[in-house]
């Protein structure tokens, strides 16, 4: 099972590009990187998902390198509504014809005027 | 197009009794799963039931169980209440691919305490 780690928490400026590394030494062949978003009260939500290379949708870009052992998520021009907490899945289908999901802890990020 | 919706919100109950969560997916979402949340332990897959059926599973004791309906939607039950289940539970649908490979819409969680 892959270990998912993250920083605790991070602070940034209005209009900064925020990183957020996420490690995960383990990952199998068949696993997936997800990022999640979310607001105190409020249930997780979808950011952006990938498997290699880079993903880019209209919210975030995901970097993943070659060997995989890593993923960062980047948060372009952050605002004050971006302060949230992130968090990185790692999953996939295992031998067992299931999955395994393993989410890291959390990364807290305070965007600050 | 309505979200995840999870009854109760809020809920106490005691230790050694059993508790009944609810959650309606997303209309046309066929995969529900089923989170734990504490600060202590973070997010934790319970299980994911696709066509009435489990079709995964997280490390959990046999007191964690589920079911889903014909309409998708889905319940969970823990017996024997313990302490350390006092958590928000989080309910998240998706189309169908599963849980690792597919994007997941969470409800609001209904949030546990066990006294």
């Known amino acids: 099972l892959a270990k998912t780690t993250q920083p605790i928490s991070m602070d940034s400026y209005e209009g900064q590009e925020v990183n957020i590394t996420c490690s995960h030494n383990?990952?199998?062949?068949?696993?997936?990187i997800t990022w999640y978003q979310q607001f105190p009260s409020q249930g997780p939500r979808f950011i952006i998902q990938?498997?290699?290379t880079k993903v880019t949708n209209e919210v975030a870009s995901l970097f993943i390198p070659a060997d995989r052992k890593s993923s960062t998520l980047s948060l372009p021009r952050v605002s004050l509504s971006d302060t949230a907490v992130y968090y990185c899945?790692?999953?996939?289908?295992?031998?067992?014809?299931?999955?395994?999901?393993?989410f890291g802890k959390g990364t807290s990020l305070l965007v600050t005027p | 197009k309505a979200g995840v919706t999870q009854t109760p919100r809020y809920l106490i109950k005691t230790r050694g009794q059993q508790v009944t969560l609810s959650c309606s997916p997303i209309?046309?979402?066929?995969?529900v799963s089923w989170y734990q949340q504490t600060p202590g332990q973070g997010l934790q897959f319970l299980f994911e039931?696709?066509?009435?059926?489990?079709?995964n599973k997280g490390n959990f004791p046999g007191r964690f169980s589920g079911r889903q309906f014909s309409n998708s939607r889905s319940e969970m039950n823990v017996s024997t209440l313990e302490l350390g289940d006092s958590a928000l539970y989080l309910c998240?649908?998706?189309?169908?691919?599963?849980?690792?490979?597919?994007?997941?819409?969470f409800g609001p969680g209904t949030r546990l305490t066990v006294t």
């Open positions: 998240a649908s998706s189309l169908a691919k599963g849980t690792a490979t597919d994007e997941q819409y």
């Open positions: 383990n990952i199998a062949t068949n696993d997936y």
């Open positions: 990938g498997y290699k």
């Open positions: 899945l790692v999953g996939g289908p295992n031998s067992n014809s299931g999955y395994a999901l393993n």
């Open positions: 209309s046309g979402h066929r995969s």
């Open positions: 039931y696709f066509s009435e059926t489990q079709r």
